[in-house]
């Protein structure tokens, strides 16, 4: 494995033991240290099955894929609340809280922004590693949508991704995981960028399975160490059974694969107004 895989299990490793050993610095700085590391495994351990990622043969998407990974989550705070961008005591969020944080403002940000440079990074790695593994040879039969389809289904998403923002509820949440995805998978689709929908065309269904089991996976990764350290979020979604796993409701799994799915539509969404990367991406 690649010097930096080992790295980022060091990192895991030391992030973890310092938490353990009842650290202050490591409890509220834990989230972005951790998932530092687990980005920097995965980058080594998907060079090692495929030859490329982020690292070592893709240096310039590691930073596109990390800065659109910022504005959209950032976007994803703004549906949670629209208030949080002014601060203060009124910046509750609808349907996730973050608490025992630092008091520095500067710092707050960075702290911010290093998250969630992690997010998108550690979903496709993620992915990456699956569909060269577990979901290589994931088929099914050849299906391709109708225009008509398409043209409902980015309509549909325009309405889904819109509607949080006019109205505000805390039982829209899952328009948040779903509306941006309806609505630019197809245009992915329709311009030739990579997207599961036209893999589905030829039968390869290995992108779609990687990218939800991904989700999956990173999501009870997120809710396990966030569970244990001392800056986290908590929940407000107020769907039954009011059951938890860690801090999140046992229902709330349920949005993490098509949240996998609308952050790859949203990047590549993105990466196509900038052109197309010179070669294959990583996932």
Avoid: Q
Wanted: aromatic fraction near 14%.
């Amino acid at each position: 494995m690649r010097r930096h895989g080992w790295i980022g299990l060091g990192v895991v490793l030391g992030a973890e033991a310092a938490l353990l050993s009842g650290s202050a610095l490591a409890g509220r700085w834990f989230t972005p240290v951790v998932w530092t590391g687990y980005v920097l495994l995965l980058d080594a351990v998907v060079a090692r099955l495929t030859g490329r990622s982020y690292l070592t043969t893709d240096r310039v998407e590691a930073v596109l894929v990390a800065l659109v990974s910022v504005g959209g989550w950032w976007l994803f705070e703004w549906y949670n609340a629209p208030r949080f961008w002014r601060g203060g005591a009124d910046a509750v969020g609808l349907w996730w809280r973050y608490h025992e944080m630092e008091p520095n403002l500067f710092l707050r940000r960075v702290g911010y922004d290093w998250a969630f440079a992690t997010i998108f990074p550690a979903l496709f790695l993620t992915a990456s590693a699956l569909r060269a593994t577990v979901f290589r040879r994931a088929r099914v039969r050849p299906w391709r949508p109708s225009e008509r389809a398409l043209r409902a289904s980015i309509a549909l998403g325009a309405v889904a991704a819109a509607l949080p923002l006019v109205v505000v509820s805390a039982w829209l949440v899952p328009l948040v995981w779903t509306g941006l995805l309806l609505l630019l998978e197809p245009l992915n689709c329709r311009r030739g960028r990579p997207s599961w929908l036209a893999d589905l065309a030829t039968g390869d269904a290995s992108r779609l399975a990687a990218l939800l089991a991904s989700g999956l996976v990173c999501g009870v990764l997120w809710e396990f160490w966030n569970y244990w350290a001392l800056t986290k979020w908590t929940y407000t979604v107020p769907y039954p059974p009011d059951v938890k796993l860690f801090e999140m409701p046992v229902l709330g799994y349920l949005g993490f694969p098509p949240f996998a799915l609308e952050c790859y539509a949203l990047y590549h969404w993105l990466r196509g107004l900038l052109g197309e990367p010179a070669r294959t991406p990583v996932l």
